[in-house]
């Protein structure tokens, strides 16, 4: 296969990732429920990788990752880079041994995905906070996945598309 149209691919994704990113600026980041906002970006890499496997998925993450740890608040420097990079490990294996890929395999890798990036933040707190701060960080992370969760509806079938209509084999 030529790599330009490798090329091609991977620049169609970064498009449409961008445009996602413009959907969290503009629409999920003026959603408050108990004053928290949905925050999808770590479904980004882990329903990537679902589709493209380990390989390709964790090199996405691993740019993506880089993107939102400049343009992003973390608990730390480069949180989004290694979780990101961990999302995209994990869901393509499991993605793997799921029978089928759609719908509800997606949402099941994009709750997966919200859910570890809060065990994350949760274990980080854990090892640098109190208590207190843990409970405050594991009941954020909670809503905070469950408000986010309902964008997999709008990230699964543009990656999906994007999957279908570049999906030859190299």
Not at 56 to 70: E, H, K, P, Y
Request: glycine content about 8%; some cysteine; overall charge positive.
């Amino acid at each position: 296969m030529p790599k330009s149209y490798v090329a091609f691919k991977w620049a169609v994704y970064a498009f449409a990732t961008l445009l996602l990113f413009g959907l969290q600026s503009v629409v999920f980041d003026h959603i408050r429920v108990w004053g928290i906002t949905p925050f999808f970006y770590p479904m980004l890499p882990a329903l990537a990788a679902m589709y493209e496997g380990q390989k390709r998925g964790t090199i996405f993450a691993l740019f993506l990752g880089i993107v939102c740890d400049l343009l992003l608040y973390g608990p730390f420097e480069g949180f989004f880079t290694i979780t990101f990079v961990i999302l995209a490990l994990l869901s393509a294996v499991v993605a793997e041994n799921l029978r089928s890929t759609g719908f509800l395999g997606g949402v099941f890798i994009a709750a997966l995905a919200l859910f570890l990036t809060g065990v994350m933040r949760i274990g980080l707190h854990a090892l640098t906070a109190g208590t207190y701060y843990i409970r405050v960080t594991a009941w954020t992370a909670g809503v905070e996945a469950l408000i986010s969760l309902p964008a997999v509806l709008a990230v699964l079938p543009v990656y999906r598309a994007i999957h279908k209509r570049c999906a030859v084999d190299y």
